[in-house]
């Protein structure tokens, strides 16, 4: 999927100095790139059974609202602390340089639901293995945790090597 990376650009010193931010808003831009890129997450679910699609807030709700649409499956948003309106699961986690707290509806996932999440990027790891806990302790069972990219020398596939991983690029 290089053709892919042509659609994600580098911005150094974002959020903070010595951070190598990849920006996706070139991709959004791009129908062609936005097609693309759907189509590669999509290929690696078709022999997989999906109940829900889990994505996080906010870059992972882009794609994951499309995975849903696409695999006919209901949208499950998760998202920051204090965002969401009714009786919530939570879950604090530690990115790559900071750390923050997890939430989505306690009513949201089904005991024995099969889940796809979704996400932009798998970094350190963290924001993922929060969002897998939370599922399962709703009593969902965690398919696959697919990404548009994935930053291999932040080995966060670690954090989450239990479960099957996807991403659409490699850096």
Do not use: W
């Not at 920006?23 to 062609?32: E, F, G, N, Y």
């Amino acid at each position: 999927m290089n053709l892919l990376k042509t659609y994600i650009r580098d911005v150094a010193d974002f959020p903070k100095k010595g951070i190598l931010f990849k920006d996706i808003t070139p991709l959004l831009k791009s129908p062609d790139g936005v097609a693309l890129c759907l189509e590669s997450l999509l290929s690696q679910l078709q022999n997989l059974k999906i109940d829900k699609v889990v994505a996080i807030e906010a870059r992972g709700f882009f794609f994951g609202i499309l995975l849903a649409q696409a695999l006919k499956v209901p949208f499950v948003p998760i998202r920051k602390a204090g965002k969401l309106p009714r009786k919530v699961v939570a879950r604090p986690y530690d990115l790559e340089y900071s750390s923050d707290v997890l939430e989505m509806h306690d009513d949201a996932i089904q005991i024995g639901d099969n889940v796809l999440i979704h996400d932009d990027v798998l970094a350190t790891g963290g924001t993922a293995e929060a969002v897998c806990r939370i599922v399962e302790s709703a009593g969902g069972k965690v398919v696959q945790c697919n990404f548009i990219m994935e930053l291999n020398k932040l080995q966060g596939a670690k954090k989450i090597s239990s479960y099957p991983i996807y991403a659409a690029v490699n850096y």
